[in-house]
């Protein structure tokens, strides 16, 4: 299946810190997509990015997709309690209808 | 406005049994798919539907099966429960293919916590 490598697995930072999480493909990626899972919870759509080179922001996150298409990261600046959770990304593979998610970088914050 | 409705919500079984987790979504979306996720390991897709009486395997099929008789539900049914089976199974589902669409939202169940033993 269509691999995707997500880093790093864990992140710990203190309140007001900024945090970034790093989705890399050995192939070019025709869109990804980021989710955000709290814990106990479900996976939350937070966005799409599609074109090269693109960004994105939503309040404090910041969304970007490298201009080869192999890469994309998100940032938060920042960061409060509330950001606490699992961050993922995750790409269509070849096969239509298939989607492949990394496996996820844990944040937490030390308020 | 109830979105993706996943039951159980907690499931106890023993090896060998059989039993169903129920999905449905009142969104009439075309697109829907069931994932486990284990420690570590992300989401794995293990069956997905693009619209009723179409169904597809994902990465890891092997012991469960799924239907779509009608747009709004997809049951996934495991066939005889094994230890390896214990993860927590969620259900999603999209008006757009994932990735195919701007503007496309998937929508997740609230999970499924499944042990078998």
């Known amino acids: 299946g269509q691999q995707v490598m997500q880093i790093p697995q864990y992140q710990h930072v203190q309140e007001g810190e900024d945090f970034t999480t790093y989705c890399n493909s050995s192939?070019?990626?025709?869109?990804i997509q980021w989710y955000k899972q709290r814990p106990g919870g479900h996976p939350v759509f937070l966005i799409q990015?599609?074109?090269?080179?693109e960004v994105k922001k939503q309040k404090r996150l910041t969304f970007q997709f490298g201009e080869a298409k192999k890469n994309s990261s998100l940032h938060i600046t920042a960061t409060q309690t509330t950001d606490v959770g699992t961050y993922f990304c995750?790409?269509?593979?070849?096969?239509?209808?298939?989607?492949?998610f990394g496996r996820g970088t844990q944040l937490t914050v030390w308020p | 406005n109830a979105g993706v409705t996943q039951t159980p919500k907690f499931q106890v079984l023993k090896t060998g049994q059989s039993m169903t987790l129920q999905c449905a979504q009142d969104?009439?979306?075309?697109?829907m798919s069931w994932y486990r996720q284990d420690p570590g390991m992300g989401l794995r897709l293990i069956h997905y539907?693009?619209?009723?009486?179409?169904?597809d395997q994902g990465e890891v099929p092997n012991g469960y099966n799924v239907s779509r008789s009608t747009t709004e539900d997809f049951p996934l049914r495991l066939l005889s429960a094994a230890p390896s089976q214990t993860s927590v199974y969620f259900c999603?589902?999209?008006?757009?293919?994932?990735?195919?669409?701007?503007?496309?939202?998937?929508?997740f169940g609230e999970g499924s916590w499944l042990t078998v033993v």
């Open positions: 969104m009439n979306h075309e697109y």
């Open positions: 539907s693009v619209g009723a009486g179409i169904t």
């Open positions: 999603a589902s999209s008006q757009h293919l994932a990735g195919t669409a701007s503007g496309n939202t998937i929508y």
């Open positions: 995750a790409v269509r593979g070849s096969t239509l209808g298939r989607l492949y």
């Open positions: 990015l599609v074109k090269s080179g």
């Open positions: 192939t070019t990626l025709s869109n």
